[in-house]
Each structure stands twice: as C-alpha cells, then as structure tokens.
C-alpha cells in the first residue's frame, strides 16, 4: 500500500476563516511533507517533517501552521490567508529524507475568497 | 547552483508514435533521479527511481534512463491514457527535492 490520503479535496475559505488540512499515511515513513502547487507550476516545498520534527521552513509565512501529531498524521492549519494562496497543496511521505522515493496525496484544492 | 531542467515543455504525439522526454541536472554528487506523472489537479504519481548512469527502469510503455548529466523517459507506442504532465526530480541536501517544471503530454487518438 502506497497510499497518502489527503482531506478535504476541495476548501472554499474566506480571509477570515482557520481551516486545516489533514494527511495521513500508514506506511511506516518518518518523513512528511507539505507541498504548494500552482497552475502549470512544479510542487514548491514548504515544510518538511522528520521522525515528526520540524525539520524545514521554507520561510513559509506564519498564516500557515504545521504540526505532526505521530508519525502517521500530519496537519496544516490555515488562518488569515490570502486570494494568493489559492493552490493545491499536496502531502507527501517517504521512508526516510529523500533519497528514497516520495509518494504524493491527491492533494486539496484550496480557493480563497 | 542545483537546477533541473526538462524539456520540451509540452509534446503532442498521434497514438502510436513513440518519443523521448529530457531531464537534465547540474546537482553534485546525485544521490537519485525520481520520475512522476501527474494528472491535472491530482498529486504527482511515482514511477521510477535511477541512481546511477546506465541504470534503466521499464513500466508498461515507459522506459526511464540515466547519464551522468540527463535522465530520458522514453514512451513507446503512446496512448491517449497516456496524457499527462511528466515531473522529475532529484534530491538536494538530505531532504528537499528539486523539481524541473515537467512536460505536459497530450496523446491523440
């Protein structure tokens, strides 16, 4: 099983709302990702999680919150954010840092209004 | 600086006709070249690993190779299902990966 389940797919949010965003893979893998997608763009890094430590901050603004609870969850939290924002974001897991293969989840499409 | 680039940037082929796609990277000491594909608004989706040049990998009608400078997907005899956006990446550090900007692949019945 390579499965990264993501949820919700889709989040419509205001300005003024906190949402979260849930990951949640049960293949062992110590490390966890948050991924931001743009249109015709590559994934773009935002966190990376090791052994459910924060491991790095692409110098992500602060509207966006990480937090891995266990090794087989991990969150993002949303508040105050921006029209801009809007993006898939997309989780990912692997074995351990990435010299091994990461697998991806469908990912949630976010829309900011 | 550590940069991947993949070319063309889109391809359209007729069902049938085989082509390559480039991936080449200026990394030091390559510690992995990591090949998806991603359908539109869905998560990339893994299909193979290379670690060092001469290193081939086959899936169905996809063949991924290696160099000491570049990776080739090869796809042969395409089919429409086929149509999707195809992202390499190699590792930087011990825990980003460095994505090139892929190419977006439409197959024609």
């Known amino acids: 099983d390579t499965e990264v389940t993501q949820t919700p797919k889709h989040l419509v949010m205001g300005m003024t709302n906190k949402k979260s965003l849930k990951c949640e893979q049960h293949?062992?893998?110590?490390?966890m990702y948050w991924y931001k997608q743009k249109a015709k763009k590559p994934p773009e890094l935002m966190f990376v999680?090791?052994?459910?430590?924060?491991?790095i901050n692409e110098s992500v603004p602060s509207r966006f919150s990480p937090e891995c609870p266990n090794s087989s969850l991990l969150n993002l939290h949303l508040h105050a954010l921006q029209p801009e924002d809007s993006a898939l974001y997309l989780c990912?897991?692997?074995?351990?840092?990435?010299?091994?293969?990461?697998?991806f989840g469908q990912g949630t499409r976010l829309t900011v209004v | 600086e550590d940069q991947v680039t993949q070319s063309p940037e889109a391809l359209r082929l007729q069902e049938g006709e085989s082509s390559s796609l480039n991936c080449s990277y200026t990394?030091?000491?390559?510690?992995?070249l990591f090949w998806y594909r991603q359908d539109p608004g869905k998560g990339p989706e893994f299909l193979f690993t290379?670690?060092?040049a001469g290193e081939e990998k086959e899936k169905e009608r996809l063949k991924a190779t290696l160099t000491k400078k570049e990776s080739f997907l090869h796809i042969t005899a395409p089919k429409p299902e086929d149509s999707a956006t195809y992202l390499c990446?190699?590792?930087?550090?011990?825990?980003?990966?460095?994505f090139g900007t892929g190419t977006r692949l439409q197959v024609f019945p």
């Open positions: 990912a897991s692997s074995q351990i840092l990435v010299n091994t293969e990461a697998f």
């Open positions: 293949m062992g893998h110590r490390a």
């Open positions: 999680y090791s052994y459910e430590k924060l491991s």
């Open positions: 990394v030091s000491g390559l510690r992995g």
């Open positions: 290379l670690y060092s």
């Open positions: 990446a190699v590792p930087r550090g011990s825990d980003k990966l460095i």
